[in-house]
């Protein structure tokens, strides 16, 4: 059996016309003897709405009945989904996360998938019969719904490829690939035929929205190709694998990615001993809160301070486990601040490229802009700035390591 998944994007399956489309879309690969595991998302902003009325119910919602609700939305769209491919005279059928046997941890509204109990879906394949998935959910232990966090039903269809052994994968979604820098922001971005998984990932953690960070994690811990692609058009779109032919002539500089989603938070006037970072962060950790950038200033009269960032939606839970830790820690206070970005700067061509961050600095400072925090990986430069100033960076940036 020659399996492929397809995983069709909420503007891919919008209304019934965009269904009927991707109906077709799935029928062809039914045509050409592939034997389809679709995975969609759920309508348009649908979850977005859901959200919103979770929240003129209750402030704080149980993650436990957010998950219950939020994984409606794809509900529907398998549902209409096979629908339209069954008006077509195909055999098809609709499975929940739940049903396809995706299990995962209790980590309600960002769980991590631990296994997938293929027997149902390969019995179905079996049958001749297309399958359609519900991306973003799972079930727990308690058999109760789970969601794997925001933009989740990527890393649903790579799991599910992964696990199946897919021929291919392809995440077909709005824009027709993966660009060198966001296209609404920076006119002269380019479309990208290959990119590495390590860069993907890079961008992917740095901001970038084409693809769920752990979809590509995922990909790259078991060789799955993505075909990054628009259910627009047929033209085909960038790939996502392993190594990118022609490195040595690839630029330095692959990818440019930003986000204004960032928060700050400072504990200061922490002492300097064993022990201080270690706890802070556990605390962090033991609220599911992910760090992103962590700086601890050199120490003077045997006192730090320790600023870190995060996702804005963590900043609360964050300032809180700080706030509970402070007498603890002997912390002079906690403060945070909301209105930061982050540009950043990808390429697998870094490593073997001196000056690279040099180079960036100096397009920042000739912006005009401070930079109040820096960090770097193998192949990947990021600076936090204000908010406001994003924007003309990143196309200043563009410029200067990817259009000349
Ligand atoms: N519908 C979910 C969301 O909006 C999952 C997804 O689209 O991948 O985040
Ligand atoms: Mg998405």
Redesign the pocket.
């Known amino acids: 059996m020659r399996i492929v998944v397809q995983k069709y994007?909420?503007t891919s399956v919008a209304d019934a016309s965009r269904l009927r489309n991707v109906a077709r879309r799935v029928i062809q690969a039914h045509e050409a003897g592939f034997a389809p595991v679709v995975v969609v998302?759920?309508q348009g902003d649908?979850?977005?709405i859901l959200l919103q009325k979770a929240y003129e119910i209750s402030p704080h919602p149980s993650a436990r009945e957010l998950d219950m609700l939020?994984s409606t939305?794809?509900q529907i769209s398998i549902a209409l989904l096979a629908m339209a491919i069954e008006a077509q005279g195909y055999a098809v059928i609709s499975l929940t996360g739940g049903q396809v046997g995706i299990r995962t941890d209790g980590t309600h509204t960002k769980a991590k998938i631990v296994g997938i109990d293929t027997r149902r879906i390969l019995r179905e394949l079996g049958t001749g019969r297309i399958v359609i998935v519900a991306?973003?959910q799972g079930v727990n232990q308690e058999e109760d719904i789970t969601t794997l966090g925001?933009?989740?039903?990527?890393t649903s269809a790579v799991a599910l490829a992964a696990i199946l052994a897919a021929e291919t994968c392809e995440i077909y979604t709005d824009v027709d690939g993966v660009y060198s820098a966001d296209p609404r922001i920076v006119p002269g971005a380019r479309k990208l035929t290959a990119i590495s998984y390590d860069e993907m990932l890079e961008l992917a953690s740095l901001g970038a929205r084409v693809l769920?960070l752990r979809s590509v994690e995922i990909a790259k811990k078991y060789g799955v190709p993505i075909h990054v692609r628009s259910s627009f058009s047929e033209s085909p779109g960038t790939m996502v694998v392993e190594e990118v032919k022609d490195m040595e002539n690839a630029p330095v500089v692959t990818g440019i990615a930003h986000t204004t989603d960032v928060a700050k938070v400072t504990v200061m006037g922490v002492p300097d001993r064993p022990g201080v970072a270690a706890s802070l962060f556990a605390a962090l950790a033991g609220r599911a809160v992910n760090v992103d950038m962590i700086i601890q200033s050199a120490s003077r009269a045997g006192i730090n301070d320790i600023s870190f960032t995060l996702a804005k939606a963590d900043m609360e839970a964050a300032v809180e486990a700080a706030r509970e830790l402070e007498q603890q820690l002997g912390a002079e206070g906690v403060v945070a601040e909301s209105g930061v970005g982050k540009v950043s700067i990808v390429g697998a061509g870094m490593i073997s490229h001196p000056g690279v961050a040099a180079a960036m600095f100096r397009v920042i400072a000739d912006e005009g802009v401070n930079i109040q925090m820096i960090s770097t990986s193998d192949i990947s430069i990021s600076c936090v700035i204000e908010a406001p100033f994003v924007e003309k960076v990143v196309r200043a940036l563009h410029k200067v390591f990817i259009e000349t």
């Not at 925001?150 to 990527?154: E, K, T």
């Open positions: 994007g909420g998302s759920a649908t979850t977005d939020l939305g794809e991306g973003f925001r933009g989740g039903s990527d769920h």
